[in-house]
DNA sequence: CAATTAATTAGCGAGTACGCTAAATAATGC
DNA sequence: GCATTATTTAGCGTACTCGCTAATTAATTG
């Protein structure tokens, strides 16, 4: 086994937006709900559960989308969040693959 | 299955010091190079790796053991971090279940 | 086309994060 | 005990985060 860092760091770096975007706790708890809800929701649907007004769910889900974690669609007059499920399980498995002996959920 | 986020928000929570300090590129780098180094190293091996100054280290150093990712001990005038890879694997662990099945690695 | 509904953008203020330098503490060695 | 080595604490400035309210854009409806 390799006693460096070699690739290690590169992934990091590119990950560096997800990271950042879980930092938050309302973030995460948006993925959560997203991904419960089946991974499709509309922002007035996701802003109706939680406290914090609308202009602050919108920068937090604009910084989940540009971390790539959601993609987003207009219909109509409503806007329809996606989560890219896939986008964040490789970010975490990824980061999580230098650590230990993958564990058997 | 469940439509809800029931246990997801508690553990979240529980979570929270975790990712916060998973948010800065060189925490990031610090778990790795602890990793990749045996899990163990002093104070001043870990600065001498990083361009930042050393108090700036020290108080990196302070965040992930007070989000419970590290442990220090004193050993003569040298301090000695020690990764705890178990805390930061069920964080990730726990965190990633709530998400798609396990991966094929 | 005026009014309503859905959501964003603009911009502000308080708090936090992160870098730094200088000073302090703690253990070791002469 | 005085100097040296290892590391932390104190304190400062800039920059970013996150909440808010007010104003704006865009689509729908009467």
């Given amino acids: 086994m390799s006693r460096r860092a070699p690739a290690a760091l590169a992934k990091h770096d590119a990950d560096a937006a997800v990271f950042s975007a879980l930092a938050h706790p309302t973030r995460r708890e948006m993925l959560l709900i997203l991904n419960f809800r089946g991974g499709t929701m509309s922002a007035g649907e996701i802003a109706a559960r939680f406290s914090c007004r609308w202009p602050t769910v919108t920068r937090h889900?604009?910084?989940?989308?540009?971390?790539?974690?959601?993609?987003?669609?207009?219909?109509?007059?409503?806007?329809?969040?996606?989560?890219?499920?896939?986008?964040?399980?490789?970010?975490?498995?990824?980061?999580?693959r230098w650590f230990g002996a993958s564990k058997p959920a």
């Fill in 61 to 96: 889900l604009q910084v989940l989308e540009r971390a790539g974690l959601l993609s987003v669609t207009k219909r109509g007059r409503t806007r329809v969040y996606r989560l890219k499920r896939r986008v964040l399980l490789d970010a975490l498995d990824g980061w999580r």
